[in-house]
C-alpha cells in the first residue's frame, strides 16, 4: 500500500511567522507535490519535485518554497505567513510514468492568525 | 495550458436516481490520460478510476466513465446514486503534468 505521511496534520500560525509543512512517502516514487485546498478553487498545485534536490514552481508559487533533501522528503515553507494562506495543504507523490495514481497524504490543516 | 473544467459545483440527488458529473478539457498534448479522483468528508483524494484509451468504458466501484477525444469530454456516471457517494469528486487530466477541475459536490438525499 502506498504511504505518503504529513506532518504537523493542524497547526495554528501568526501572521509573519515561519510555518514549515513536511512530507514524507514511502513509495519510492520519483514526483512529489504540494497542493493547497479551498473551497471553490479545488486543489491548486503550489510546488511540485521530479527528483531529490530540485523543485519545480506551479500554479500558485508565490509566498512559498519547497524543498526536496531526498526522495521521500519534500517540506513547504511559508517565509511570512499571511491570513490568506489558511487552507488545508496536501502533500502527493506519483511513479511518474504515465497514467500511474497520485498518491494523496492526510492533509494539514494550516490556519494564520 | 492545460485546463479541466467541472461546470457543477453542488450536485444533489435523492437516492436511487442516476449521476452524472461533468468533465471536459483542454490540451494540446495529443495522448492525455483522464482521471476521476474522489474525496470524503475529512479524508483525501483518491482515485477513482482512469482512462487513456478513446471510446473505451472504463469502469470501478459501479461508476463508469468514457473518454471522447472528439468532444474532450469524460463524463462521470453511476446507475443508481447510494448515500455513501456523498463526496467531492475531481476530474483531472494528465497532459504534460497533472491539472485537476475545480470539483464537483455530490450529495445524494435519502
Known amino acids: 500500500e502506498a504511504a505518503v505521511t504529513q506532518s504537523p496534520r493542524s497547526k495554528v500560525a501568526v501572521t509573519g511567522g515561519k510555518v514549515t509543512l513536511s512530507c514524507h512517502q514511502t513509495?519510492?516514487?520519483?514526483?512529489m507535490y504540494w497542493y493547497r485546498q479551498d473551497t471553490g478553487h479545488g486543489l491548486r498545485l503550489i510546488h511540485y519535485?521530479?527528483?531529490?534536490?530540485?523543485?519545480e514552481k506551479g500554479d500558485i508559487p508565490d509566498g512559498y518554497k519547497a524543498s526536496r533533501p531526498s526522495q521521500e522528503n519534500f517540506s513547504l515553507i511559508l517565509e511570512l505567513a499571511s491570513l490568506s494562506q489558511t487552507a488545508v495543504y496536501f502533500c502527493a507523490s506519483r511513479a511518474g510514468a504515465g497514467g500511474d495514481e497520485q498518491y494523496f497524504g492526510p492533509g494539514t490543516r494550516l490556519t494564520v492568525l | 495550458g492545460d485546463s479541466v473544467t467541472q461546470t457543477e459545483g453542488l450536485v444533489t440527488l435523492t437516492e436511487g436516481l442516476p449521476v452524472m458529473l461533468n468533465c471536459t478539457y483542454q490540451t494540446i498534448y495529443s495522448n492525455p490520460f483522464l482521471f476521476w479522483y474522489v474525496q470524503h468528508l475529512n479524508e483525501s483524494p483518491r482515485l477513482l478510476l482512469k482512462?487513456?484509451?478513446?471510446?473505451k468504458r472504463t469502469e470501478h466501484q459501479g461508476f463508469h466513465a468514457t473518454l471522447h477525444k472528439s468532444s474532450s469530454s469524460f463524463h462521470l456516471q453511476k446507475s443508481s446514486a447510494q448515500l455513501s457517494d456523498s463526496a467531492l469528486y475531481y476530474c483531472?487530466?494528465?497532459?504534460?503534468?497533472?491539472?485537476f477541475g475545480t470539483g464537483t459536490s455530490l450529495l445524494v438525499d435519502p
Open positions: 513509495n519510492n516514487h520519483d514526483y
Open positions: 483531472a487530466l494528465l497532459g504534460y503534468k497533472l491539472t
Open positions: 482512462s487513456f484509451t478513446d471510446n
Open positions: 519535485s521530479y527528483v531529490a534536490d530540485s523543485t
